[in-house]
């Protein structure tokens, strides 16, 4: 056995292996989070994310965060959101509901283990008109005007891809 072939191999055998598992990941183009002090997110509060679109040729998924710990009080989470152009002018607007808890066995969903983070797909594939900066703002929606176990939320966009 000559080692120079056996390095050239298993040197190819690892980029193939990288571009198949990272080729295909889409690029995210924005991730923030905004805590809540007292791990409390209050009917009032809005939670804003300002970003900007670079191609709007290309389509986006956005999604948008919770981390909760055990203390939070239900399984479902509602959230009213708005995204707004640089104009003020309302691209979409809607109530959205996600279970951070199994709704039967109370389980949390997300990952970690005393606090979750669950990422909620909430548009696929969604085209901006134009390139330029765009607003999200979400607030809780909930029962309560102080929702407890909430330590923070966040919004991440990534290029849609195949």
Same mark, same amino acid.
């Given at each position: 056995?000559? @080692?120079?072939?056996?390095?050239?191999k298993?040197?190819t !055998?690892?980029?193939f292996?990288?571009? *198949? +598992?990272?080729?295909?990941?889409n690029?995210?183009?924005?991730n923030?989070?905004?805590?809540?002090?007292?791990?409390?997110?209050y009917?009032?509060?809005?939670?804003?994310?300002q970003?900007n679109?670079?191609?709007?040729a290309?389509?986006?998924?956005l999604?948008?965060?919770?981390?909760?710990?055990l203390?939070y @009080?239900?399984?479902n989470?509602?959230?009213?959101?708005e !995204?707004?152009?640089s104009e003020g002018? *309302? +691209?979409?607007?809607?109530?959205?509901e996600?279970?951070l808890?199994?709704?039967?066995?109370g389980?949390p969903?997300?990952?970690?283990?005393?606090?979750f983070?669950?990422n909620?797909?909430?548009l696929?594939d969604?085209?901006f008109?134009?390139?330029?900066?765009?607003?999200?703002?979400?607030?809780?929606?909930m029962?309560?005007?102080?929702l407890?176990?909430?330590l923070?939320?966040?919004?991440?966009?990534?290029?849609?891809?195949d």
């Open positions: 056995r000559n @080692p120079k072939i056996a390095i050239v298993n040197s !055998l690892f980029l292996a990288f571009l *198949i +598992l990272f080729g295909c990941q690029e995210t183009v924005f923030e989070y905004q805590d809540f002090a007292q791990q409390e997110w009917a009032d509060s809005l939670a804003t994310f970003f679109i670079d191609d709007a290309l389509p986006y998924n999604y948008y965060s919770v981390r909760n710990d203390s @009080p239900f399984y989470f509602y959230t009213k959101y !995204l707004t152009d002018k *309302i +691209l979409r607007s809607s109530l959205h996600a279970d808890m199994h709704p039967i066995t389980a969903l997300g990952t970690g283990e005393s606090i983070d669950n909620i797909l909430l696929k969604f085209q008109p134009a390139s330029g900066k765009y607003q999200f703002s979400m607030k809780q929606y029962r309560k005007d102080t407890s176990g909430v923070a939320v966040g919004l991440a966009i990534e290029q849609a891809k």
